[in-house]
Protein backbone atom coordinates (compact mmCIF):
# COMPACT_ATOMS: atom_id res chain seq x y z
CA UNK A 1 0.00 0.00 0.00
CA UNK A 2 1.56 3.53 -0.84
CA UNK A 3 2.79 5.17 2.47
CA UNK A 4 -0.03 7.53 4.35
CA UNK A 5 2.28 10.92 5.49
CA UNK A 6 2.19 13.28 8.49
CA UNK A 7 0.29 15.91 5.79
CA UNK A 8 0.12 18.57 8.79
CA UNK A 9 3.49 18.80 9.30
CA UNK A 10 4.64 18.35 5.43
CA UNK A 11 3.12 21.93 4.96
CA UNK A 12 4.64 23.19 7.73
CA UNK A 13 8.38 22.41 6.40
CA UNK A 14 9.89 24.33 3.32
CA UNK A 15 9.15 21.94 0.76
CA UNK A 16 11.60 22.85 -2.85
CA UNK A 17 8.90 20.11 -4.48
CA UNK A 18 6.27 23.17 -4.53
CA UNK A 19 8.21 25.52 -6.10
CA UNK A 20 9.37 22.74 -8.74
CA UNK A 21 5.90 21.08 -9.47
CA UNK A 22 4.96 25.13 -10.57
CA UNK A 23 7.76 24.94 -12.80
CA UNK A 24 6.38 21.43 -14.32
CA UNK A 25 2.63 23.34 -14.89
CA UNK A 26 4.87 26.38 -17.21
CA UNK A 27 5.76 23.81 -19.49
CA UNK A 28 1.82 22.85 -20.06
CA UNK A 29 -0.55 25.09 -22.59
CA UNK A 30 -3.53 24.76 -21.75
CA UNK A 31 -6.75 26.58 -23.21
CA UNK A 32 -8.67 26.32 -19.64
CA UNK A 33 -11.30 24.05 -20.07
CA UNK A 34 -9.19 20.30 -19.89
CA UNK A 35 -9.77 17.73 -17.22
CA UNK A 36 -6.71 17.07 -15.47
CA UNK A 37 -5.73 14.22 -13.54
CA UNK A 38 -2.98 15.13 -10.55
CA UNK A 39 -1.76 12.00 -9.63
CA UNK A 40 -0.01 12.77 -6.40
CA UNK A 41 -1.27 15.73 -5.44
CA UNK A 42 -0.28 15.90 -1.75
CA UNK A 43 -1.43 18.33 -0.02
CA UNK A 44 -2.67 20.67 -3.17
CA UNK A 45 -0.15 23.42 -3.25
CA UNK A 46 0.81 22.75 -6.61
CA UNK A 47 -3.04 21.75 -7.53
CA UNK A 48 -3.86 25.19 -6.44
CA UNK A 49 -2.20 26.87 -9.31
CA UNK A 50 -3.32 24.13 -11.84
CA UNK A 51 -6.75 25.00 -10.31
CA UNK A 52 -6.32 29.16 -11.34
CA UNK A 53 -5.07 27.52 -14.84
CA UNK A 54 -8.44 26.06 -15.26
CA UNK A 55 -11.33 28.40 -14.88
CA UNK A 56 -13.77 26.24 -17.01
CA UNK A 57 -12.08 22.92 -16.17
CA UNK A 58 -11.91 20.25 -13.90
CA UNK A 59 -9.46 18.37 -11.89
CA UNK A 60 -9.33 14.89 -10.24
CA UNK A 61 -7.00 15.17 -7.17
CA UNK A 62 -4.94 11.75 -6.93
CA UNK A 63 -3.16 10.52 -4.05
CA UNK A 64 -2.05 7.29 -2.34
CA UNK A 65 -2.34 9.03 1.17
CA UNK A 66 -5.75 9.70 2.68
CA UNK A 67 -3.82 12.51 5.02
CA UNK A 68 -2.99 14.35 2.07
CA UNK A 69 -6.28 13.82 0.56
CA UNK A 70 -8.03 15.51 3.58
CA UNK A 71 -5.49 18.12 3.44
CA UNK A 72 -6.12 18.97 -0.38
CA UNK A 73 -9.94 19.06 0.41
CA UNK A 74 -9.48 21.86 2.59
CA UNK A 75 -7.16 23.87 0.69
CA UNK A 76 -9.31 24.08 -2.80
CA UNK A 77 -12.63 23.03 -1.51
CA UNK A 78 -15.07 20.78 -3.76
CA UNK A 79 -15.71 23.33 -6.64
CA UNK A 80 -14.06 21.59 -9.94
CA UNK A 81 -12.17 19.34 -8.15
CA UNK A 82 -12.96 15.37 -7.34
CA UNK A 83 -10.79 13.52 -4.57
CA UNK A 84 -9.79 10.19 -5.04
CA UNK A 85 -7.54 8.09 -2.45
CA UNK A 86 -5.44 5.85 -4.75
CA UNK A 87 -2.71 3.25 -5.04
CA UNK A 88 -1.00 4.26 -9.75
CA UNK A 89 -0.33 0.38 -9.36
CA UNK A 90 -3.95 -0.11 -9.88
CA UNK A 91 -6.85 0.49 -12.92
CA UNK A 92 -7.91 4.09 -12.49
CA UNK A 93 -11.43 4.37 -12.63
CA UNK A 94 -12.57 7.64 -13.68
CA UNK A 95 -13.48 8.84 -17.23
CA UNK A 96 -10.59 9.77 -19.35
CA UNK A 97 -8.39 12.75 -18.54
CA UNK A 98 -7.41 15.51 -21.36
CA UNK A 99 -3.81 15.91 -19.40
CA UNK A 100 -2.03 14.05 -16.49
CA UNK A 101 0.41 15.96 -14.22
CA UNK A 102 2.68 14.61 -11.63
CA UNK A 103 5.56 15.98 -8.78
CA UNK A 104 7.40 14.06 -6.51
CA UNK A 105 5.49 11.14 -6.57
CA UNK A 106 6.51 8.50 -9.62
CA UNK A 107 9.44 8.01 -7.30
CA UNK A 108 7.35 6.20 -4.71
CA UNK A 109 6.00 3.51 -7.31
CA UNK A 110 7.66 0.18 -7.62
CA UNK A 111 6.47 -0.78 -11.17
CA UNK A 112 6.80 2.35 -13.30
CA UNK A 113 5.46 0.16 -16.68
CA UNK A 114 2.50 -0.65 -14.68
CA UNK A 115 2.07 3.01 -13.66
CA UNK A 116 2.22 4.41 -17.14
CA UNK A 117 0.38 1.83 -18.41
CA UNK A 118 -2.31 2.57 -15.78
CA UNK A 119 -1.79 6.46 -16.60
CA UNK A 120 -2.31 5.69 -20.38
CA UNK A 121 -5.29 3.99 -20.28
CA UNK A 122 -7.09 7.49 -18.90
CA UNK A 123 -5.17 9.42 -20.87
CA UNK A 124 -7.44 10.37 -24.45
CA UNK A 125 -5.61 10.25 -27.42
CA UNK A 126 -3.31 13.28 -27.97
CA UNK A 127 -3.55 13.57 -24.30
CA UNK A 128 -0.28 15.12 -22.32
CA UNK A 129 1.97 14.02 -19.49
CA UNK A 130 3.84 16.54 -17.70
CA UNK A 131 6.11 15.48 -14.65
CA UNK A 132 8.95 15.38 -12.49
CA UNK A 133 9.92 13.26 -9.60
CA UNK A 134 13.44 11.46 -8.69
CA UNK A 135 15.64 10.29 -11.11
CA UNK A 136 18.74 8.70 -10.49
CA UNK A 137 21.49 9.96 -8.14
CA UNK A 138 18.75 11.64 -6.18
CA UNK A 139 19.50 11.79 -2.41
CA UNK A 140 22.51 10.02 -3.31
CA UNK A 141 24.19 11.37 -0.31
CA UNK A 142 21.59 10.67 2.38
CA UNK A 143 21.11 6.86 1.26
CA UNK A 144 25.06 6.25 1.55
CA UNK A 145 24.63 7.71 4.63
CA UNK A 146 21.77 5.56 5.83
CA UNK A 147 23.50 2.21 4.74
CA UNK A 148 26.47 2.89 6.78
CA UNK A 149 23.70 2.52 9.89
CA UNK A 150 23.07 -1.19 8.92
CA UNK A 151 19.88 -0.17 6.44
CA UNK A 152 20.45 -1.65 3.52
CA UNK A 153 17.29 -2.06 1.71
CA UNK A 154 15.50 0.84 3.52
CA UNK A 155 15.44 2.68 0.60
CA UNK A 156 13.86 -0.09 -1.54
CA UNK A 157 10.69 1.17 -2.25
CA UNK A 158 11.65 4.24 -4.12
CA UNK A 159 12.34 4.14 -7.53
CA UNK A 160 15.12 6.50 -9.05
CA UNK A 161 15.53 5.76 -13.01
CA UNK A 162 17.63 6.87 -15.73
CA UNK A 163 15.95 9.06 -18.74
CA UNK A 164 16.65 5.87 -20.96
CA UNK A 165 14.79 3.65 -19.25
CA UNK A 166 11.77 5.95 -18.27
CA UNK A 167 11.78 6.92 -21.99
CA UNK A 168 11.56 3.04 -23.22
CA UNK A 169 8.43 2.70 -20.26
CA UNK A 170 6.86 5.39 -21.61
CA UNK A 171 7.08 4.18 -24.82
CA UNK A 172 6.24 0.75 -24.18
CA UNK A 173 2.76 1.90 -22.88
CA UNK A 174 1.58 3.95 -25.74
CA UNK A 175 3.38 7.20 -25.47
CA UNK A 176 4.89 9.20 -28.20
CA UNK A 177 6.81 12.64 -28.61
CA UNK A 178 8.63 11.57 -25.26
CA UNK A 179 11.38 13.74 -23.53
CA UNK A 180 13.16 12.73 -20.25
CA UNK A 181 16.19 14.52 -18.65
CA UNK A 182 17.85 14.97 -15.62
CA UNK A 183 18.37 18.17 -14.08
CA UNK A 184 19.87 18.69 -10.44
CA UNK A 185 17.91 20.74 -7.34
CA UNK A 186 19.98 20.79 -4.49
CA UNK A 187 18.05 22.43 -1.44
CA UNK A 188 19.70 24.23 1.62
CA UNK A 189 17.31 23.91 4.61
CA UNK A 190 17.08 26.11 7.42
CA UNK A 191 19.01 24.21 9.98
CA UNK A 192 16.65 23.77 12.83
CA UNK A 193 14.54 22.56 10.26
CA UNK A 194 17.12 19.40 9.15
CA UNK A 195 15.62 16.75 11.03
CA UNK A 196 12.20 17.23 10.83
CA UNK A 197 12.25 17.41 7.11
CA UNK A 198 14.57 13.64 6.88
CA UNK A 199 12.15 12.34 9.20
CA UNK A 200 9.06 13.36 7.08
CA UNK A 201 10.17 13.35 3.74
CA UNK A 202 13.95 11.81 3.13
CA UNK A 203 13.17 8.83 5.89
CA UNK A 204 9.73 8.60 6.00
CA UNK A 205 10.12 5.47 4.26
CA UNK A 206 12.47 4.05 6.17
CA UNK A 207 11.95 4.70 9.53
CA UNK A 208 7.81 4.17 9.50
CA UNK A 209 8.34 0.46 10.22
CA UNK A 210 10.57 1.39 13.40
CA UNK A 211 9.87 2.18 16.81
CA UNK A 212 9.48 5.86 17.96
CA UNK A 213 12.25 6.12 20.08
CA UNK A 214 14.62 4.07 17.42
CA UNK A 215 12.86 6.50 14.68
CA UNK A 216 14.44 9.30 16.68
CA UNK A 217 17.68 8.39 16.68
CA UNK A 218 18.35 7.27 13.24
CA UNK A 219 17.19 10.76 12.22
CA UNK A 220 19.16 12.08 14.37
CA UNK A 221 22.35 10.59 13.51
CA UNK A 222 21.84 10.95 9.68
CA UNK A 223 21.44 14.82 10.11
CA UNK A 224 24.69 14.52 12.67
CA UNK A 225 26.39 12.69 9.59
CA UNK A 226 25.78 15.38 7.16
CA UNK A 227 28.39 18.04 6.30
CA UNK A 228 25.98 20.55 5.97
CA UNK A 229 21.50 20.80 5.63
CA UNK A 230 21.59 20.14 1.95
CA UNK A 231 19.41 17.26 0.29
CA UNK A 232 21.04 16.18 -2.99
CA UNK A 233 18.22 16.49 -4.99
CA UNK A 234 18.00 15.24 -8.85
CA UNK A 235 14.97 15.84 -10.74
CA UNK A 236 13.85 13.10 -13.58
CA UNK A 237 11.53 15.38 -16.04
CA UNK A 238 8.98 13.65 -18.36
CA UNK A 239 7.36 14.98 -21.05
CA UNK A 240 5.09 13.07 -23.53
CA UNK A 241 1.50 12.57 -25.46
CA UNK A 242 -0.57 9.52 -25.63
CA UNK A 243 -0.25 8.00 -28.96
Not at 156 to 185: I, N, Q, S
Request: hydrophobic share 40%; net charge negative.
Amino acid sequence: MPRDWDAAEYDRLPIPMTGWGLKVLERLQLRGDERVLDAGCGTGQVTEALLARLPRGEIIALDGSGAMIEAARKRLGSERVTYLVHDLLEPISIEPVDVVVSTATFHWIRDHDLLFANLAAVLRPGGLLEAQCGGKGNIARIEAIVRTMGHDDSFGAKRFPEPTDTTERLERAGFVDVRCWLHEEPALLPEEALERYLATVCLGGVTESMRPDDAATLVHEVAAAMPEPLIDYVRLDISARRG
